[in-house]
């Protein structure tokens, strides 16, 4: 699902955010990216959503060598990909069906389709009946677990989170775990960056350590 | 989770789908138009100004080239005929010129006739009274049935009158309305001017308020950026927004014209009265009010599409 062939990203000021990281995340697979922060995982992520370039190597996405994508067929790639933020990025002047509406409006979907996707995506993440509500209204679990049925809405086969627990206790932070489970159960590749080692030490899938912009490969599975 | 074909994909429900989001972003970006009804409406009436200002001087040119097109229209040619010719003849001669086609009509000022109104007023009497004989000749004045912005027809006529034996001089005193139309055409180029500058003001204040919408809206702008919404898709509702100014505004300049006309009406009917004419302010009309709207509408979607697609390019998710 993804490759990163010797890839490693420079900044204008000299600094080196990846260092030749290579990886493949298979379909269908499950895996995280450790790392401290400023390690370089968000750049990684940013370098599979097109939101930067790589300086050096290739990374192919769902067949796709990245490198031949023009700014043009951005949005179409950000399609494909679902992606959680650790601060969840909902827009608080709209409610939750409409924040989560938002891929499937974007790709033209008819209204009584979005009405019917929306609430399937609501009931995977157990806020059934919370439609209507505005995010502010939400506890900070319950906004995370909207801006991960944002990201599922549109059925993506590949699932990119960026340290989605990172603002919740550790019960919580364990039950949206599971919920990335769920989706990889059913075919969804899911890569995850996340700090928070006492989390993913339990869990059986890869994990992969960035540290000073190289990666090393900590365990291959479980 | 199943891949279930996209429905969107099947062309007909393309179009639905696009239609449906066309539909979504005009009304959405009405709704928004009107959030703020203080601001939209500052901003509306500015534009208004804008485009009255040049919409209305362009309408009271066109209402003075009405006036002179018919002052021009009866332009006289004065035809002085020479000393020995007797009354007689020369009251035969104005019966002729009348019947001419291209001779709308003539009349006589005998010699006498032009010395007594003279006389009345110059006011000198004693130095007329002791000359000897009447200086003046007989004078026949003709409407020519032709338009006098006609040049070619009326110096052909000059030219043929002037040939005839009891002719002096011809005198066509068109200066008047030649500096008139002169200073008319100033003017109106003096008033395209204008309009391009204003035209560009309209612009300019578009630009700023659909740049400040935009970054008013910005957290959603990247928010949609990272799921995929095309460029496309975003500058919809902001280029909808552009044509509701457009729109909004138009409507406005054209109540400021009109009702700017309506208020003209009276003083210039005063105006009129002391010339014993009738004069009828001439409107903006359909063609005019729909060059108004096409225009606001044209201006505000440019500036908008220019505006949108620049700073559209600045926001991008980091």
Known sequence: MIRFDQVSKHYADDKIALNRATFHLKRGQMAFITGHSGAGKSTLLKLIMLMERATQGRIIVDNQDLANLNRRQIPWHRRKIGLVFQNHQLLFDYSVFNNIALPLRINGYHERDIGRRVRAALDKVGLLGQEKAMPSTLSTGEQQRVGIARAIVNKPRLLLADEPTGNLDPELAEEIMHLFEQFNQVGVSVLIASHDINLIRHLPYPVMKLGQGRLTHLRASS | ?318
């Open chain 2, 1 to 318: 989770m199943k891949h279930t074909s996209v429905t969107p994909n099947r062309p007909s429900n393309r179009i639905q789908g696009w239609l449906q989001e066309h539909h979504k972003a005009a009304i959405g970006s009405w709704q928004r138009f009107w959030n703020s009804v203080l601001s939209t409406t500052f901003t509306s009436l500015t534009l208004a100004i804008a485009l009255a200002l040049p919409g209305s001087l362009l309408v009271l040119l066109n209402n003075a080239e009405q006036i002179t097109r018919h002052l021009q229209a009866s332009a006289q040619v004065n035809i002085f005929l020479h000393k020995d010719i007797g009354l007689a003849d020369a009251q035969q001669l104005t019966q002729q010129l009348g019947q001419r086609e291209d001779i709308h009509n003539s009349y006589l000022i005998s010699a006498t006739a032009a010395l007594d109104q003279f006389r009345q007023q110059s006011g000198l009497d004693t130095i007329l009274d002791s000359l000897a004989i009447n200086p003046l000749p007989h004078t026949i004045v003709i409407t020519p049935a032709f338009h006098a912005a006609n040049q070619i027809a009326l110096s052909r006529l000059t030219a043929k009158l002037d040939t005839l034996a009891t002719v002096d001089e011809v005198l066509v005193d068109l200066q008047w309305v030649q500096r008139l139309a002169a200073l008319l055409e100033t003017t109106r180029m003096a008033t395209l001017g204008l309009a391009l500058f204003l035209a560009l003001a309209v612009m300019l204040v578009i630009g700023n308020t659909l740049r400040l919408a935009i970054e008013n809206r910005r957290e959603e702008i990247v928010v949609i950026k990272l799921v995929g919404g095309t460029d496309a898709y975003l500058r919809r509702p902001f280029l909808y927004l552009g044509c509701w100014y457009g729109l909004l505004s138009s409507g406005l300049a054209w109540l400021i014209i009109q009702f700017g006309l309506w208020g003209l009406q009276a003083p210039l009917q005063r105006l009129g009265d002391t010339y014993q004419t009738t004069i009828e302010l001439v409107g903006l009309g359909i063609s005019g009010s729909l060059g108004l709207i096409i225009s606001s509408v044209l201006l505000t979607m440019l500036s908008a599409t220019i505006t949108v697609t620049r700073e559209l390019r600045l926001i991008e998710p980091h």
